[in-house]
C-alpha cells in the first residue's frame, strides 16, 4: 500500500515558479512509477510528467516541456515537480500517483495509487 500526499500548490503570478512535493508513507516507494497528472474545470485529467524506480528515466508532457522538471528522493520517498514559467493555461488541480509499469507512464488508469491533490493556479 502507498499513500500519496502532495503540497506546494498555490496562486502565482504567470511567469512565475512553484515547486510540488508529493510525499508516501509507503516502504515500497522506490518499487514505482512516479507520475504527475493534472486536471483543469471542466476537462479530463492529463498527463504531466513521470520519472522511473531510480529517477534516471523521466516523461513529460508536451504542453510542460522544458518548462517542468520531474525528480525524486527515494531516501526521503518524496517525489517533486518544479514548474517554471508558469502560464494560465497551467491552472488544475496537481495529482500524483505511482505505477508499477513505465510503458504505459501517460495513462492515468496504469496508476494504482493517487494522491489527494493540490490546487494550482496561474494569474495571466
Known amino acids: 500500500q502507498v499513500q500519496l500526499v502532495e503540497s506546494g500548490g498555490g496562486l502565482v503570478q504567470a511567469g512565475g515558479s512553484l515547486r510540488l512535493s508529493c510525499a508516501s508513507s509507503?516502504?515500497?516507494?522506490?518499487?514505482?512509477?512516479l507520475g504527475w497528472f493534472r486536471q483543469a474545470p471542466g476537462k479530463e485529467r492529463e498527463f504531466v510528467a513521470a520519472?522511473?524506480?531510480?529517477?534516471?528515466?523521466?516523461a513529460y508532457a508536451d504542453s510542460v516541456k522544458g518548462r517542468f522538471l520531474i525528480s525524486r528522493d527515494n531516501t526521503k520517498n518524496t517525489v517533486y515537480l518544479q514548474m517554471n514559467r508558469l502560464k494560465p493555461e497551467d491552472t488544475a488541480v496537481y495529482y500524483c500517483?505511482?505505477?508499477?509499469?513505465?510503458?504505459?507512464?501517460?495513462?492515468?488508469?496504469?496508476?494504482?495509487?493517487w494522491g489527494q491533490g493540490t490546487q494550482v493556479t496561474v494569474s495571466s
Open positions: 500517483a505511482a505505477s508499477s509499469e513505465w510503458a504505459t507512464t501517460h495513462v492515468p488508469e496504469k496508476y494504482n495509487y
Open positions: 520519472i522511473t524506480w531510480n529517477g534516471i528515466g523521466t
Open positions: 509507503g516502504r515500497t516507494f522506490r518499487d514505482y512509477v
